[in-house]
């Protein structure tokens, strides 16, 4: 109730103020994981914030889009360009459209990731790439709108064509990718127990030897690499960051909604005498930081109308976690066994943590809200919201789980003495005869 309580009082803030830096650091990561390479199958990338996501094998790439970009990676990195700024459920979708590489005016190849030519080798088959299709730079590709299926395409005695020319070009290439070397051409029979691969294997089968985990780079040079990926997107971290531990940021005031809960807080604190600073911090972090700003990070599609790949998500959970572990007040002490995302951040978590503290104090200096304004506060968002939620249906949800532990939630405001002031047990009372039919 908390989460959603929030999510709907700082909806204006995070339209207004929040969002812009939480799109730039959604848009900074997508843009810097594309520009190396990335694994379809496994979301492993060159470039991450996530040891668990990261190439560790030396890939060789040319940039096109990108060379080793599988035919559906090129597809959306098309459409990402050519639908820039429009919201991607109003996008063409990849599998709606077609990849035509065009070759003189009338020969057109469709590519796909998986068609006759792709690679077979034992038990594993090799989704198609432009290096695959030998589809060099300055070469004529268009996205085209799917207009039939991939078996009337194969069927199709244009595609057949295209393709026997496609291949008596390649057998006659020199390139070690050539058809010579080629298993022959893939049947429903044979795809039985196939495992699908792009750039490295996905070395949780069993029968994986370990002997090919032996190109894997050591430790201490794929952490660098990290620490790079960090070092570029390190001013979009700060930036939202800063923005959420701010009173007062880019001209925008602190939700009256953010005030009220931590007056609260230590103010039940206050009541019950607990005088470690450590205890308020903690409730204060877990009420707002942690219950709601780590869940937007970590899914800014809840926000935005965008698409999350695995690697975008992998990097936007380290994020969220160093978001984390600047609101703890325990302290951080790194070793050569600590998690990659924990060295990563070392050095900047302490400046955070600064800055949470001092959001924190900032806070607890502002005049108190009356309950005045807080009631016109709430009555004014109702207003603007109105017609976007269905009243009756969250009253009678309400009304049930209030009705269920009616008699202890009564008690419990007879012995509150702010309750007892504002008679709420009587307005509750009331609330739930009506609610009920009673008189």
């Known amino acids: 109730m908390l989460t959603n309580w929030f999510t ?3 909806h204006r ?6 969002g812009e830096p939480l799109f730039m650091l959604y848009c900074a990561i997508k843009q810097q994981m594309e520009k190396g390479p990335i694994d379809a199958i496994t979301g492993e990338a060159r470039y991450s914030l996530s040891e668990d996501k990261l190439i560790r094998q030396q890939i060789d790439y040319k940039q096109l889009v990108l060379n080793c970009d599988t035919i559906t990676q090129v597809k959306d990195k098309l459409l990402d360009t050519v639908y820039k700024g429009i919201p991607f459920s109003q996008r063409p979708q990849a599998d709606d459209m077609d990849l035509e590489w065009r070759q003189g005016r009338l020969t057109r190849i469709i590519l796909q990731d998986e068609d006759v030519t792709t690679k ?7 989704l198609n790439t432009l290096a695959h299709y030998q589809v060099t730079d300055g070469s004529l590709v268009a996205l085209v709108q799917k207009q039939v299926s991939a078996y009337n395409i194969a069927n199709s005695f244009t595609f057949t064509r295209s393709l026997s020319r496609y291949e008596s070009l390649l057998r006659t290439s020199s390139s070690p990718d050539s058809l010579r070397s080629r298993a022959p051409m893939i049947t429903p029979d044979q795809e039985t127990g196939t495992k699908l691969w792009h750039l490295v294997k996905n070395h949780e089968h069993s029968d994986q030897r370990e002997g090919d985990r032996g190109s894997k780079m050591v430790s201490e040079i794929y952490l660098t690499r990290l620490l790079a990926t960090k070092g570029t997107l390190q001013k979009f971290v700060d930036d939202l960051f800063e923005t959420v531990f701010s009173t007062a940021h880019r001209g925008s005031a602190l939700p009256l909604a953010i005030k009220y809960m931590f007056d ?9 005498q607990i005088t470690d600073p450590d205890v308020r911090h903690t409730w204060k972090s877990n009420c707002l930081p942690l219950r709601f700003w780590v869940n937007v990070i970590k899914n800014p599609q809840f926000v935005f109308d965008i698409h999350k790949s695995s690697i975008t998500d992998a990097c936007l959970s380290v994020v969220a976690q160093t978001f984390m572990d600047s609101c703890s007040t325990s302290e951080h002490r790194l070793g050569k066994d600590s998690p990659s995302n924990k060295l990563l951040y070392a050095k900047d978590i302490p400046n955070y943590k600064n800055w949470v503290e001092r959001y924190y104090r900032d806070i607890a200096k502002m005049p108190s809200i009356s309950d005045q304004d807080m009631d016109a506060y709430l009555v004014e968002q109702s207003r603007l919201h109105g017609n976007e939620f269905n009243t009756l249906s969250a009253l009678s949800e309400l009304y049930f789980y209030i009705n269920k532990y009616k008699e202890e939630i009564l008690t419990a405001l007879d012995r509150d003495g702010y309750c007892r002031k504002h008679k709420l047990r009587h307005k509750l009372e009331q609330a739930i005869n009506l609610m009920s039919g009673s008189s």
Do not use: H
């Open 8 to 10: 709907f009082l700082l």
């Open 13 to 18: 803030f995070l339209k207004e103020c929040a």
């Open 120 to 126: 077979i080798e034992s038990d594993w088959k090799r």
């Open 264 to 272: 609260f807080l230590d103010e039940q604190a206050d009541k019950r």
